[in-house]
């Protein structure tokens, strides 16, 4: 990385942060990017753009907006609402982002670009919170299962492309032969390996160590969770229980609960499979138009 690069990466890890104070949430833990947003006065919009990424409106009223293409993986959405407000945060004016085959590679050769995927990806894995996690988990991230550091990459709501290259450039937590050892392994067959059998759906990890924000997930996203939790709500299910783990799926928009016997509990948030509309609005149960 050169001088003018890590210059740009310290401001925009800088910038990231006074975000997350603005927004009154905790350095330590992960967060929800689109409710950051709102949070911080910047409406966000999924539409179906199936050439974009995203757009950035700063001119749009009553209040800027950001859109994030619905039909890109869950963890794409939320770096790229990060990048978006990036650009918001360094006044880099209206931005229309194409979709782009590998977001996890380096070589964006704009400055702007460059600071508003490390705002992003600083914003979302700040070092306090990534090292609060592995520490929590007792993970060294040189030595621990490339599962393990799948199921972290669900915890920060990110994907794990993203997550390893974080932790490798940005970070500096593993060297480059870890990094390509872990970056070797597909998502497709760590979800396998986790859950025992394909698992062609999102999969999210959720233990007892999870705080800080809701399980946010789509229609159809499945969800390994510790044994003896008992579920509340309408829009989630179990699909398996076993005496070491529960598999819950989602299945209708709404937002539930799922409650561990030892005290602990989160709130699970799911939103329709390619949703388009407004972000508060994205966990609104379906209306029954027969009532």
């Given at each position: 990385m050169s001088r003018d690069s890590r210059e740009l990466a310290q401001i925009a890890a800088a910038e990231a942060m006074k975000a997350r104070k603005r927004a009154q949430y905790s350095l330590h833990l992960p967060l929800n990017v689109f409710d950051l947003c709102e949070r911080l006065g910047v409406s966000v919009f999924f539409q179906d753009l199936p050439s974009m990424e995203g757009i950035y409106l700063p001119d749009a009223q009553p209040r800027p907006v950001i859109i994030v293409s619905s039909l890109r993986p869950a963890g794409r959405k939320t770096m790229t609402c990060g990048h978006e407000l990036g650009h918001h945060v360094f006044k880099h004016g209206t931005q229309l982002d194409e979709l782009i085959e590998n977001a996890s590679e380096p070589g964006r050769c704009d400055p702007d670009e460059f600071q508003a995927d490390v705002f992003s990806a600083c914003?979302?894995?700040?070092?306090?919170?990534?090292?609060?996690?592995?520490?929590?988990?007792?993970?060294?991230?040189?030595?621990?299962?490339?599962?393990?550091?799948?199921?972290?990459?669900?915890?920060?709501?990110?994907?794990?492309?993203?997550?390893?290259?974080?932790?490798?450039?940005?970070?500096?937590?593993?060297?480059?032969?870890?990094?390509?050892?872990?970056?070797?392994?597909?998502?497709?067959?760590?979800?396998?390996?986790?859950?025992?059998?394909?698992?062609?759906?999102?999969?999210?990890?959720?233990?007892?160590?999870?705080?800080?924000?809701?399980?946010?997930?789509?229609?159809?996203?499945?969800?390994?969770?510790?044994?003896?939790?008992?579920?509340?709500?309408?829009?989630?299910?179990?699909?398996?229980?076993?005496?070491?783990?529960?598999?819950?799926?989602?299945?209708?928009?709404?937002?539930?609960?799922?409650?561990?016997?030892?005290?602990?509990?989160?709130?699970?948030?799911?939103?329709?499979?390619?949703?388009?509309?407004?972000?508060?609005?994205?966990?609104?149960?379906?209306?029954?138009?027969?009532?």
């Open positions: 914003l979302q894995m700040p070092k306090i919170a990534v090292a609060h996690a592995l520490t929590s988990r007792k993970l060294d991230p040189e030595k621990c299962s490339p599962e393990s550091v799948f199921a972290l990459s669900t915890y920060f709501a990110v994907s794990y492309g993203a997550f390893v290259t974080h932790l490798e450039r940005t970070l500096n937590l593993i060297g480059t032969a870890r990094a390509s050892e872990l970056g070797a392994r597909r998502p497709k067959d760590l979800r396998e390996a986790l859950l025992g059998e394909p698992c062609p759906q999102n999969l999210f990890v959720v233990d007892l160590g999870w705080e800080g924000r809701a399980v946010d997930v789509e229609v159809g996203d499945s969800v390994l969770l510790p044994s003896n939790v008992v579920l509340e709500g309408g829009s989630i299910q179990v699909e398996s229980a076993t005496n070491g783990r529960t598999v819950i799926c989602a299945t209708a928009p709404g937002i539930a609960r799922v409650c561990h016997s030892s005290g602990w509990s989160a709130f699970v948030r799911v939103m329709r499979k390619n949703y388009v509309g407004r972000a508060p609005f994205r966990f609104d149960e379906e209306a029954d138009d027969g009532v």
